[in-house]
Every structure is written in C-alpha cells, then in structure tokens.
C-alpha cells in the first residue's frame, strides 16, 4: 500500500495562493455582512447564533492574535476588545448583552488588520517555523473566516424576513445516472487522515493505517424523497427506531420532520434563507440531526458510516492502494467536482457531478450537505495539538459526531478528503444530511 501525496506548491506560488484564500474569505463575509440592515446585523437571530456583527469583528481580531501578534510580535491595535470576541469566554447567548464593536467599527477594525496582514504576508518568509512552513498561519486563519461564514450563512438561513441573498440554482445532473444505489467498498487497509497536506489541521493528523471490513455504501446522500418515506411510515412515532437520547429529544420538542419544513394542503414545504417552497423530492435531505440520521437508517435497515468508513469510500484507489486528496484525484475542486463555495443556496440534485466520483462510484461525498457519520469526535492516533489546544482537543469525546465531506456552504480552502467537522447530535441548524452503509 502506498501513501498518500499531495501536489508540491513552489515557493513563489505560496504567497498567492494565502492571498488569494485571504481575498475571497473577506469577500464572502462583506457579501454576508453588507446585504443587512444594522439593526440585523446587531440582533441575535437564533439563540443558538452570535449576532452576525460578532463574527465579523471577531474574524478580525483571530486574525490580529494569530498573524500579527504571534506571527509579527506587534502590539494589539485594540487590547480591551479582546475579551469580547473569545469564543470560550461568552457562550454565544449572551454575546448581545456584551459591548461590542458596532458595524461600522467592526468593519473599520478588520480591515485596519486586513491591511496589515497583506503588508506582512508581502514580507515574511513562509518557512523557519511550524506556523509559517507552506504558509500554514495564513492558511489557517483563511480557514478561520471561512468557517466563520459558513456560521453566519446558517445565521442568514434562521433569520426571519425577506430574502436578502440570492444564487443561481445548480445544475441539473450531467451524463449518465448512478449504475446502482449502493457500492461495495472492499476490505483491507488504506491510509487515514494527512500528514502531507500544508495547511491541514491538526485534528486531521497524522497520516495513520487503519484496516476496514468490507461494507457497502449509498451511492449518493438520502434524498428528500427517501426521507418523507421514514416520515409516512411513522419514523417520527415509533421509539423502535430512535436512541434514548434522540427519542427524548423529539419527544420534548415535538419534532416530527427537518428543521424549517412544514405541512401544508397535503404536500411538504421548506422555508429557504427566506422563500417558501415545495421540497424537492430529488434534493439531499438537509438539517437533521445525528439523531434523525439515526433514526431512518435504522428504519432503512441499515446504519450511518464510520468516520473511516466515510473516508475510506472518498478517498482510496483501489487500484493503486494509494489515498487520493479528495475523490477525484489530487486536483483542486472544481465547479464540475462539487457544490462548494456558496456557489449556489441549496444543494444540487443527487447524482450531480459524476467527474467528482470517487474511484469506486460513489458520488457527492464532498459538497452539498455535511454527512453524519456513527462516529466520536475522537484524536488520531499520534494526534498533537497545534497550534492551540481550543481548536479540536477540547472537543474529543463522546458528546461531538463526526460529520465528513463539506455542504455547499464550505469553501474549497476549508474542505479536504480528510476535513473533520464535528457537532453535539442535537444540532439540526447546520446544513446537515447523510448517507447510509450496511456490512458487506
């Protein structure tokens, strides 16, 4: 079995692509920012979500700590701010009540650091330390707003009002449908996680073995369809289907579908960063819970992946034994690869882009909608934290489920074969779905 590579990125080459990454993350966020009144942006929207003028200043002020303090050794332009916008000091329910920056300063002070940045990227070398190497600290906080407008997408979807975003629909699938529902992944050996990728994060390190059974796998994410199937069969209804702790949950809080769909004159409806309209029969399910994924696979007969199950069907070549950076090889994703960058609202059709399969067949695993996987949020083994223990270590346990493969509200730069994104079970705001597996 050979291991995993990554395409070597030249020097020179380094510094354009941290600018770049840094360019398009700040776009986004104006883009999420600037389409709201101040008074949006100021009001909390969701217990459950900082007010959107949180996140931006806060984007701002993990990239003044992380490049120019840490990195540069500069005083802070703000000290007393920084209290505010530590994600571990003030749960995010009571971030209203905090004094913060209001929009114009909040604008004002990220790019005030914003300027800075560019001034230091232009002049440090990307190498000499484990920050810098490749690039590593620019890419990271790059990482950092990005994932942060992914949180403020979610902020936009729970917001009430009118629509204030748009996005051409995705395209309809390409070329021919899936040849079968399900894939058979075979047994053996394959390498998990990275230890080559520049600006992976620590939780997705070390490259390590690890040897899986046989098992199959679905072909593409549940779809809509399929999950009004579990709803009509009494899914909702019925505690054989459900653990404890979900059956308790939807007990308390009357859940009876995903989040934002409703019935209404006999069909379902879904409310959509603020349009009503009918679920699509052929769309990935979106925003259920771990224990919504769960439930239906058990109805179906089947179980969530593990984590390495997940990853073993996104990224081993059987042919070569080697793991590929993402499913379709080693190369950058493409809008022919995947739904990804916020290109669109919603997430495309299952079986859209077959050029993004992996070798064995299975589409959509990156893209489109988070996938649930039966697995912990739990440290590889090897695993060091870097460069801060906040980052991933503070949440290993069983409490956090793994969820793989990105939605359609991540950014390329933010999204790997081996990106790990983790969540409490409960938690169906994110754009969340799945896809089933079942032994071999």
């Not at 883009?31 to 969701?46: E, F, I, N």
């Not at 029969?281 to 984590?307: C, I, K, M, N």
């Not at 390329?412 to 994110?430: M, S, Y």
């Amino acid at each position: 079995m050979t291991t995993e590579t990554h395409p070597e990125i030249r020097p020179e080459a380094l510094r354009e692509r941290a600018a770049a990454a840094l360019t398009a993350a700040r776009a986004r966020t104006a883009g999420l920012t600037d389409v709201v009144s101040d008074p949006d942006l100021t009001a909390q929207h969701s217990p459950l979500m900082s007010p959107l003028v949180w996140d931006l200043a806060h984007i701002g002020n993990q990239e003044e700590l992380w490049l120019l303090r840490n990195v540069a050794g500069r005083e802070f332009l703000r000290p007393e701010i920084n209290p505010l916008y530590d994600a571990f000091r003030h749960p995010r329910a009571e971030r209203p009540n905090l004094p913060l920056l209001g929009p114009q300063e909040a604008r004002g002070y990220a790019a005030e650091v914003r300027g800075r940045v560019f001034d230091l990227l232009d002049r440090t070398p990307l190498e000499g330390t484990a920050l810098l190497d490749h690039g590593f600290v620019f890419g990271m906080i790059a990482q950092h707003e990005q994932q942060h407008d992914e949180t403020m997408l979610i902020t936009h979807q729970l917001r009430a009002g009118d629509a204030v975003l748009a996005a051409p629909d995705p395209e309809p699938p390409q070329g021919p449908p899936p040849a079968a529902p399900e894939v058979l992944v075979p047994a053996g050996p394959f390498t998990m996680g990275t230890s080559a990728e520049p600006w992976a994060l620590d939780n997705e390190r070390p490259a390590h073995v690890r040897e899986v059974a046989a098992f199959r796998i679905d072909t593409v994410p549940v779809t809509n369809a399929a999950y009004q199937a579990f709803i009509a069969d009494g899914g909702y209804t019925d505690p054989r289907w459900w653990a404890a702790e979900g059956w308790e949950q939807i007990r308390a809080h009357g859940i009876g579908a995903p989040l934002f769909w409703r019935r209404e004159a006999g069909q379902w409806l879904r409310r959509r960063f603020g349009v009503t309209e009918p679920v699509p029969d052929d769309e990935p399910v979106l925003h259920v819970s771990w224990y919504e994924a769960d439930a239906y696979a058990r109805w179906a007969g089947r179980r969530l992946p593990t984590e390495a199950e997940w990853e073993k069907a996104a990224r081993h070549d059987p042919a070569t034994g080697r793991s590929r950076r993402y499913p379709w090889g080693d190369a950058d994703p493409s809008p022919g690869h995947a739904n990804l960058g916020q290109r669109h609202l919603r997430p495309a059709r299952a079986g859209c882009y077959p050029a993004g399969a992996s070798p064995l067949g299975v589409r959509q695993l990156i893209g489109d909608v988070w996938e649930w996987t039966a697995s912990d949020f739990l440290p590889y083994p090897g695993f060091r934290a870097f460069p801060y223990r906040e980052y991933s270590e503070v949440f290993f346990g069983p409490e956090h489920k793994v969820l793989r493969g990105g939605s359609f509200a991540v950014d390329p730069v933010a999204c790997r074969g081996t990106f790990r994104n983790w969540d409490l079970p409960v938690r169906r705001q994110i754009f969340s779905g799945f896809r089933t597996a079942r032994d071999a």
